[in-house]
């Protein structure tokens, strides 16, 4: 089997590590994912991971709380999420390196991007922890800005629903799925995809991003593969 992608970024929301438990982390969830991963892996794939901190603290849970003491905490929530990831990828034989841009170097290494590209290069993980470094920016920008970076062919935006919706399908029975939206498309309609920024800075570089359920792990591996699921964003004039 030969995948359609050489380099992708995977974004995981901190929430889908939790299960239906929606706090904390689930260790059969994550296993599951590993083993998916640790499959992308043995094909040849260069992967890098950005897991949000939703599962544990998310900056807009801090009411009268500094918005940018708030950001922090949940910076530290990725961290405690990657770190996991990490020692299950590990404890299935597949090395993993964590960096954090803010530095913890007892834990991590800090983000270098030409450390970063040599990993992958040798066949290890990436796991971005920590977002930009930055308050006010989403772990949907940090995925979006490693991959300009790190020129990533696509990023894999894994989430609890299926694809990208007209409405919220737990709330609208009738809710139509998208098979393929441009970035404009996201923008102006307003849908819950990734924030405005992350989807100008995707726009701006001309990065897709295939938009799936992770309640079947072996998603991932599907659109490593080249499969047709979820929903696409891109510009009209990419294939």
Known sequence: MIPKYK????K????????????????DIIGAISEQIA???QLRVQMAIVVGGGNFWRGRSGKGMDRTTADHMGMLATVI??????????SRGI??????AIEMRQIAEPYIRRKAVRHLEKGRIVIFACGTGNPFFSTDTTAALRAAEIDAELIL??????????SDPAQNANA???????YIDILNRGLGVMDSTATSLCMD???PIRVFGLDQPENIKKVIMGEQIGTLVKEENIS
Do not use: H
């Open 157 to 166: 935006l894994a989430k609890k629903v299926d694809g990208v919706y007209d």
């Open 95 to 100: 090395p993993t390196r964590v960096q954090t």
């Open 12 to 27: 995981i929301s901190g929430e889908a590590l939790a299960g239906e438990g929606r706090f904390g982390l689930d260790t």
């Open 81 to 90: 999420n990657s770190l996991a990831l990490q020692d299950a990828l590990e």
């Open 7 to 10: 380099r992708v970024i995977l």
């Open 176 to 182: 139509v799925k998208f098979d393929q939206l441009t």
């Open 39 to 41: 499959e992308c892996i």
């Open 205 to 207: 570089n001309n990065i």
